[in-house]
């Protein structure tokens, strides 16, 4: 018997503000975000005078989410910027400035209809103090549920030790993480149009951040973080068996991390967009039922449009399938106990 009461907690889902402040720093040229006009509802995202994507009003609009999820099967979102606005590569100042005006748009969203979305804010990651001041500016003033971050920072992995303040903040201040691919590598490596990025290296370049986050060490030092990773986790799921054969073997692997990598890694969490059931079906058995969510990119092209049907055609069963649907998440938001 399939439960169809229980709606969906949807963890990936993208905001871009109405509009952008005018740019106050001192640096010319910058890249700076501004919206401009365009077709019926929509609106262009211009980067440096140039359109870098186009986006519907549903990206600012908490109502017209909201008719969408119903639709969709979906009871709670969760916000978090488009991962362009993440802006790691502006003036520490600036980028804190960007930041600012995302995270209170974000929560503005948020306080219009609380029993319907949750929020995710964004931090300068080029500066630490910054990073950790917006941290807890987001989490306690504004009572979001956590931080979205790039897979990079410049092209450094976020395993990297010049992290370990913004995760020892995050796991003391308890906040959720998203993590999502950000100007992935591999780019020259593809063939083909520019849609690939999206396609074939964003799940690549999440693969390589998070298992720097297990080679790193990060999660071993932090246990208590609680890390979701989009897509899927990527590639990560081959990348996680094959580190964990090789940690069997190599004694340098070992010495730098105590526990089995497959071990480490079933503390992390993952969304469900990966658009196949049977790559679905390995996710959950490889990290476990408690571990997968629902995500689905809303409201971009790529979006999965039945997310709810989608963990319902598994077959796992009422308990399972809550979980999938809804419990995983409110966990990882930390709504429950």
């Not at 209170?104 to 995710?120: C, K, T, W």
């Not at 190599?250 to 969304?271: C, G, H, I, K």
């Not at 390995?282 to 995500?295: D, E, K, V």
């Amino acid at each position: 018997m399939i439960n169809t009461c229980c709606r969906g907690v949807d963890i990936h889902t993208h905001v871009v503000p109405e509009n952008f402040p005018a740019y106050q720093g001192r640096v010319s040229g910058v890249p700076w975000p501004a919206m401009s006009p365009a077709h019926a509802c929509h609106r262009h995202v211009m980067i440096s005078g140039k359109v870098f994507r186009t986006v519907p009003d549903t990206c600012w609009s908490g109502p017209g989410r909201i008719i969408d999820m119903d639709l969709m099967g979906i009871e709670r979102q969760v916000l978090s910027p488009m991962p362009e606005l993440l802006g790691y590569w502006l003036e520490p100042q600036d980028g804190a400035a960007l930041a600012r005006h995302l995270n209170v748009q974000i929560a503005e969203m948020v306080q219009r209809h609380p029993d319907r979305f949750s929020g995710l804010g964004a931090v300068p990651l080029q500066d630490m103090a910054l990073a950790i001041r917006e941290l807890e500016f987001i989490v306690k003033d504004l009572g979001l549920a956590g931080v979205e971050m790039g897979t990079n920072v410049n092209g450094m992995p976020i395993g990297s030790p010049e992290f370990e303040p913004f995760f020892a903040a995050a796991a003391e201040i308890g906040a959720a993480i998203f993590v999502h691919p950000l100007r992935p590598t591999g780019m020259d490596r593809l063939v083909g149009p520019a849609a690939l990025e999206q396609i074939l290296a964003f799940p690549c370049e999440t693969g390589l951040a998070a298992t720097s986050l297990l080679t790193g060490g990060i999660l071993a030092r932090h246990p208590s973080l609680r890390i979701a990773l989009s897509h899927g986790g990527g590639a990560f799921s081959a990348l996680a068996a094959r580190l964990n054969h090789a940690w069997h073997i190599f004694p340098a692997l070992q010495e730098s991390m105590a526990e089995a990598p497959l071990e480490t890694s079933r503390r992390l969490y993952f969304d469900s967009l990966v658009y196949n059931h049977e790559l679905l079906r390995q996710q959950i058995a490889l990290f476990g039922a408690s571990q997968t969510m629902i995500g689905t990119d809303y409201p971009f092209v790529i979006l999965e449009k039945v997310p709810v049907p989608r963990i319902r055609e598994l077959g796992l069963g009422l308990e399972q399938e809550r979980m999938l649907l809804r419990d995983n998440a409110l966990r990882w938001l930390g709504l429950t106990a």
